[in-house]
């Protein structure tokens, strides 16, 4: 029992070091050319490759399940296994939509996110607080309030992962 744990410990080691950077390689890679598409192509894209990394990427395929069964413990296991690929394909569309809205400048952002003058009369005589409990669209909203001039403070929760970390600074304003 003791060498099956080491041998387990062992592929994980061996995956962090060798597995997850190449992804992460992977990744950027095919975020570069993300910065010179529209939105509608991302999205497509996104989903297309996390269909296929649902087939393929076994470690995140348990994860999924795994966080799918506690969240939803009434789904039977065919719910879980046709909704972890969007689960997959949500997780790329939101790093690159971070990618995409992070290259647009704040011409750019103006542009795609509309923002209603009664906002901002809100903002100048109340102030606001907005919670975002994920990224994607929803930070949409808060760099287009930057880029439009209205004053934000964010409070987040660092990210675990520094790799992770630096990309998405590489995408922000």
Not at 88 to 104: K, M, R, S, Y
Not at 148 to 168: C, D, F, H, Q, T
């Amino acid at each position: 029992m003791g060498r099956g744990k080491k041998s387990s410990r062992l592929s994980k080691n061996v995956r962090r070091a060798v597995a997850d950077p190449a992804i992460g390689v992977f990744m950027w890679l095919l975020s570069l050319p993300i910065r010179f598409m529209s939105l509608r192509t991302i999205r497509r894209l996104a989903f297309a490759i996390g269909w296929v990394a649902a087939k393929v990427y076994g470690p995140g395929r348990r994860i999924i399940r795994a966080n799918l069964r506690i969240a939803f413990p009434d789904w039977e296991d065919g719910r879980i296994e046709k909704t972890s690929p969007a689960i997959f394909a949500n997780g790329i569309l939101v790093f690159w939509e971070t990618v995409w809205a992070g290259a647009q400048g704040r011409e750019g952002l103006r542009r795609i996110v509309k923002i209603p003058a009664a906002i901002f009369e809100f903002h100048r005589e109340r102030g606001a607080i907005y919670e975002t409990p994920h990224l994607g669209n929803w930070e949409l909203l808060g760099q287009g309030g930057v880029a439009s001039g209205i004053p934000i403070a964010v409070v987040a929760k660092e990210l675990g992962n520094p790799r992770a970390k630096n990309m998405i600074a590489l995408g922000s304003l």
